[in-house]
């Protein structure tokens, strides 16, 4: 038994210091990422809009990713492509997070008709595929990344208002919550001081897992002409100028398409991992 009861007590332990470690790798590569794009223009060799190169050289020593086919530096183009994409990604997230977790708070708190008519818009933008959605709304705007990013928000909150809203049914009638009323909190200090600190863990680790969905999906808009435009540096918009030559110069569409997925991987990874250092089976002692 004393084996037994030694593994059993270990266990968690072990656990929790495995997911520790793999939050600390992969928060670190995060912190490379965001490096790179906050400081794209400073790491690329050359301007990444002058078209004085050779179109379409190979990789080199000279152009390590090659040249487009307007004899702009693929690397330098990669560079500025991945800050486009990945502000473009955060801006979008932390809109669709701000906005739904607003909504479902207002919703479980206030409950009625306000609660009626909201879950009901989320019904309608849940009905319908989501990037289908989202590219019909991009196509009435007539195209852009920021029209792009506002087609994504409009069809991406109600995820976040439902978890919001769920979260807070749940804690509203809690015996904390009935003492603060009764100290004579008003309903937005309610709000702001007990419910959200209460119901954001779960909203927190939804965005982060969403962040590598909602930047294929804005490359997704962009490679169908829907989202940003030339001669602007976007990752999908640069995999879309080059899919006619993947068979010919296939690095002028390899190298975008790699950037999308390592990006992706390590907003996945991370997003994981803060799934698992939060879940309180990892907590035990």
């Known amino acids: 038994m004393s084996n037994i009861d030694g593994v059993s007590v270990r266990t968690p332990k072990i656990r929790k210091n495995t997911v520790k470690r793999r939050l600390a790798v992969f928060t670190a590569l995060f912190a490379l ?13 050359y301007d990444p809009d002058a078209q004085i190169f050779s179109v379409l050289e190979p990789p080199s020593a000279e152009h390590i990713c090659g040249t487009d086919r307007h004899g702009r530096d693929m ?3 990669i560079l500025v492509g991945l800050r486009t994409s990945v502000l ?11 906005v739904g977790t607003a909504v479902g708070v207002v919703c479980g708190y206030r409950g009625g008709i306000v609660d009626s008519l909201l879950m009901r818009v989320s019904d309608v933008c ?16 007539n195209g852009g990344l920021q029209n792009a990013v506002i087609a994504l928000a409009a069809i991406s909150w109600p995820k976040y208002a439902r978890i919001a809203r769920s979260r807070t049914l749940a804690v509203k009638d809690t015996d904390y919550i009935a003492a603060s009323r009764l100290s004579g909190c008003t309903a937005a ?13 779960p ?8 962040i590598g969905t909602m930047m294929m999906e804005l490359a997704g808009l962009s490679f169908l ?22 068979q010919t110069y296939p690095w002028v569409i390899l190298g975008p398409g790699a950037a999308i997925f390592v990006a992706v991987v390590i907003f996945n990874l991370l997003g994981d991992t803060v799934r698992d250092y939060l879940d309180p089976k990892n907590s035990r002692r």
């Not at 849940?126 to 705007?141: H, K, N, R, S």
């Not at 909203?203 to 969403?210: G, K, N």
């Open 203 to 210: 909203i927190l680790v939804t965005s982060v897992l969403d």
């Open 75 to 77: 690397f330098s183009r």
């Open 225 to 246: 002409g829907l989202g940003a435009q030339p001669p602007t540096a976007e990752l999908g918009n640069m995999m879309s100028g080059g899919r006619s030559m993947l």
């Open 126 to 141: 849940l009905a319908f595929p989501g990037l289908v959605f989202a590219m019909a709304i991009a196509a009435l705007l």
């Open 88 to 98: 473009s990604t955060l801006t979008l997230v932390v809109i669709i997070t701000v």
């Open 189 to 201: 200090q309610l709000i702001l001081r007990h419910i959200l600190p209460n119901i954001m863990g």
């Open 33 to 45: 990422l965001m490096l790179a794009v906050l400081f794209a223009r400073q790491l690329c060799p």
